[in-house]
């Protein structure tokens, strides 16, 4: 089928990454349909960097492994100590298994406006030792704010990193699939762009219509974990839902190529959530 002019080919098949943050939704996640796991904890401010048992666990089951790197909730300014923490989790997650590293850092501009921490990143790239560092949803702060995605594109290749997770500053990558558009066009080939935020398996044929390389999703439900006390938080977490891993694995399976509406090259970024 041809594709919507304005639309954007994928440069190959679209990959189904999954976000987990425990053991068994990590098994699941792979069992039923995801190529690519980010491994975290946390989600429910966000995500934190997740222990080295889980990611070894994770790497153990066959595909590729992705640690995110966020060493507390709250904004993603990080601290010079912060900075030193996350070059070593680097590399004790690399050891670990990691495919890839997934970070994320800001930093005031001169004029007050948040930016990219160019030396962080940097920082963080080269303690990778060759494996991709992508630079997680830190950017949408960026792109909401009227960030040009076509600049952004040139920073984040700049500071050493090979792809980018993003909703394309909007509360969901589905609001955001224009700009996601420009951010791979601009990337041509030289960052790979991940959809995020929000994905639904509704959504996924109107994202790889945008062009992008993979999507990021949850895919997860409630889980009792039983009672909790004064101290332990909830009585329930989330885990993936071996349903909605399906469902994403099978729409995506469905979505011809660029073929879901126009995507206007020249459209100003969506707005922040």
Known sequence: MAATPGAVAPRGPVRLEIAVQDVDGATAAVAHGA??????QALAVGGLTPSLGL?????????????????????????????????????????????????????ERS??????????????????????????????V?????????????????????????????ADALAGSATLTRLVRAAAGRLEIVAGGGVRPEGLATLVAAGVDAVHLSASGPQSAGPAGPGGGEEAFATTDAQQVRAARAALDAAPSGAEPDADPGAAPSSAR
Do not use: K, N, W, Y
Request: glycine share 14%; charged share 20%; proline share 6%.
């Open 35 to 40: 190529e690519r796991l980010e491994v975290c």
């Open 55 to 107: 990611v070894e666990h994770a790497a153990g089951l066959g595909v590729p492994v992705r640690p995110l790197l966020r060493p507390r909730a709250g904004g993603f300014r990080v601290s010079s100590g912060e900075r030193q923490v996350m070059r070593r989790d680097v590399e004790l997650l690399a050891s670990a298994g990691a495919e890839a590293l997934v970070v994320g850092a800001l930093a």
């Open 111 to 140: 004029d007050g406006a948040p930016g990219l921490d160019v030396p962080a990143l940097t920082t963080l790239a080269e303690a990778a030792a060759g494996r991709p560092v992508i630079v997680h949803r830190c950017v949408d």
């Open 142 to 170: 960026l792109l909401g704010a009227g960030a040009a995605p076509e600049e952004l594109v040139e920073q984040l290749i700049a500071c050493g990193a090979a792809g980018v997770l993003t909703s394309g500053g909007a």
